[in-house]
């Protein structure tokens, strides 16, 4: 499959900051809209990266919103899609067509998601539940409030409503507030307001010290006797590393056995997420899986120059870049705390050394950058390969059971 554009996702959260779903678009270098052709070539990629071999949703409970247009809604690629984790969103306007209408209520029949732009409710009315599952609310202007309002009181009790653009905590917390989901753009890689600094817990206290005598290489029973302090860290840990299949080959039992298995740097990559998952400062939940997704798609995107060993440090660069969020602390403390590679220094601090131009291409992936394009040629990375790492980045996340 010969790719020349590059995926961008945006997360859909509901109003407990849950990531409900992405949508996932190509990125868009010019103003003309996406032709069927385009449309039909994303969904027969994203189905052919998140199905398993044996048929399973490698994304589980996530749905994935992608924009149609009237020719090709009877695209093949639609069945290879879990129509219940499937939602095409369409313009409003698109249904004046008999024709279109009658696609898309088939579509609905089969159980595909409906999501309606630019949608006139009122004019709508009663008719809506028969054709969307979704609605989109645009907001214009400043009070996003009054608006998000106006249009919860339109709800209807089986047409979820989403509200967008909404950059800013407060529009967030008034969407939140009427029920409305609500596709946040970067909004949740900004701090909250008023979200004070909390520190490290004694769990996290107890990590950050297995981390550093990981570090060092320690004898395998000191640092049994200090995640011995924490039942539950142990727990956590050992059912992180089988969760994902991290490549054992059988289930692992002790902390003994995953380092005779593992070594000492997957086990530094396990406990950086464990650092993270351990935080009780309140982050929000699309926080810390965008560090996972990101500390991962970075990993893969460093694995054919420099290796699966040297990769794992990108990973903990990965979620490192987001750990000053998830612990609330600023980054030099973090840096403080735990003694890190020359390298994986300066990619968290400048994106600079061998690390931080994955990181920094992680990074342009989450934020629909101009800059994707560039930073993929200089590491000598095709569309293909990065769209590929994003998707299974993804799909890794889900599989975590933290």
Same mark, same amino acid.
Request: charged share 20%; proline share 4%; net charge neutral.
């Given at each position: 499959?010969?790719?020349? &554009?590059?995926?961008?996702?945006?997360?859909?959260?509901?109003?407990?900051?849950?990531?409900?779903?992405?949508?996932? =678009?190509?990125?868009?270098?010019?103003?003309?809209?996406?032709?069927?052709?385009?449309?039909?070539?994303?969904?027969?990629?994203?189905?052919?990266?998140?199905?398993?071999?044996?048929?399973?949703?490698?994304?589980?409970?996530?749905?994935?919103?992608?924009?149609?247009?009237?020719?090709?809604?009877?695209?093949?690629?639609?069945?290879?899609?879990?129509?219940?984790? =499937?939602? /095409?969103?369409?313009?409003?306007?698109?249904?004046?067509?008999?024709?279109?209408?009658?696609?898309?209520?088939?579509?609905?029949?089969?159980?595909?998601?409906?999501?309606?732009?630019?949608?006139?409710?009122?004019?709508?009315?009663?008719?809506?539940?028969?054709?969307?599952?979704?609605?989109?609310?645009?907001?214009?202007?400043?009070?996003?409030?009054?608006?998000?309002?106006?249009?919860?009181?339109?709800?209807?009790? =089986?047409?979820?409503?989403?509200?967008?653009?909404?950059?800013?905590?407060?529009?967030?917390?008034?969407?939140?507030?009427?029920?409305?989901?609500?596709?946040?753009?970067?909004?949740?890689?900004?701090?909250?307001?008023?979200?004070?600094?909390?520190?490290?817990?004694?769990?996290?206290?107890?990590?950050?010290?297995?981390?550093?005598?990981?570090?060092?290489?320690?004898?395998?029973?000191?640092?049994?006797?200090?995640?011995?302090?924490?039942?539950?860290?142990?727990?956590?840990?050992?059912?992180?590393?089988?969760?994902?299949?991290?490549?054992?080959?059988?289930?692992?039992?002790?902390?003994?056995?995953?380092?005779?298995?593992?070594?000492?740097?997957?086990?530094?990559?396990?406990?950086?997420?464990?650092?993270?998952?351990?935080?009780?400062?309140?982050?929000?939940?699309?926080?810390?899986?965008?560090?996972?997704?990101?500390?991962?798609?970075?990993?893969?995107?460093?694995?054919?120059?420099?290796?699966?060993?040297?990769?794992?440090?990108?990973?903990?660069?990965?979620?490192?870049?987001?750990?000053?969020?998830?612990?609330?602390?600023?980054?030099?403390?973090?840096?403080?705390?735990?003694?890190?590679?020359?390298?994986?220094?300066?990619?968290?601090?400048?994106?600079?050394?061998?690390?931080?131009?994955?990181?920094?291409?992680?990074?342009?992936?989450?934020?629909?950058?101009?800059?994707?394009?560039?930073?993929?040629?200089?590491? &000598?990375?095709?569309? /293909?390969?990065?769209?590929?790492?994003?998707?299974?980045?993804?799909?890794?996340?889900?599989?975590?059971?933290?």
């Amino acid at each position: 499959m010969h790719q020349t &554009n590059f995926l961008v996702r945006e997360p859909l959260l509901d109003p407990k900051q849950r990531v409900v779903g992405y949508e996932l =678009t190509w990125q868009q270098s010019s103003l003309e809209p996406f032709t069927a052709q385009d449309l039909e070539e994303l969904v027969g990629f994203v189905a052919s990266q998140v199905n398993g071999d044996d048929g399973s949703w490698l994304l589980r409970d996530k749905t994935l919103f992608l924009q149609a247009v009237p020719a090709m809604l009877s695209t093949d690629a639609l069945y290879n899609m879990p129509p219940e984790h =499937t939602v /095409l969103s369409i313009r409003t306007s698109e249904l004046a067509n008999p024709s279109t209408l009658q696609a898309v209520q088939a579509l609905r029949a089969g159980g595909v998601g409906i999501l309606l732009r630019e949608a006139d409710l009122a004019r709508i009315g009663n008719r809506l539940p028969t054709i969307a599952s979704y609605v989109e609310v645009r907001f214009s202007g400043a009070d996003v409030a009054s608006q998000a309002r106006s249009y919860a009181l339109l709800k209807q009790s =089986t047409v979820r409503m989403v509200g967008r653009p909404v950059t800013t905590w407060a529009d967030f917390d008034a969407c939140a507030a009427l029920g409305l989901d609500a596709f946040v753009g970067k909004l949740h890689l900004t701090p909250r307001p008023g979200a004070d600094a909390k520190g490290m817990n004694p769990a996290q206290t107890i990590i950050m010290q297995l981390m550093q005598m990981v570090k060092q290489e320690a004898d395998i029973q000191q640092i049994e006797a200090v995640l011995k302090r924490d039942a539950t860290l142990s727990y956590k840990l050992l059912r992180f590393i089988n969760s994902a299949g991290f490549g054992a080959g059988r289930e692992v039992q002790s902390l003994r056995q995953a380092l005779a298995l593992l070594g000492y740097t997957p086990l530094y990559r396990w406990l950086t997420l464990l650092l993270a998952t351990a935080s009780t400062s309140g982050y929000s939940p699309v926080l810390l899986e965008t560090a996972v997704v990101r500390g991962r798609l970075a990993e893969l995107l460093g694995q054919a120059a420099l290796g699966k060993s040297e990769a794992e440090n990108i990973f903990v660069a990965g979620m490192f870049s987001l750990l000053d969020r998830l612990l609330g602390i600023p980054m030099r403390e973090v840096l403080e705390a735990i003694q890190l590679s020359d390298d994986v220094v300066a990619a968290l601090l400048t994106r600079g050394g061998k690390y931080g131009p994955y990181l920094a291409l992680a990074e342009a992936c989450e934020l629909n950058s101009a800059l994707v394009a560039s930073l993929a040629a200089s590491l &000598n990375l095709t569309p /293909l390969d990065v769209n590929k790492a994003h998707l299974s980045a993804l799909c890794w996340a889900q599989n975590l059971s933290g």
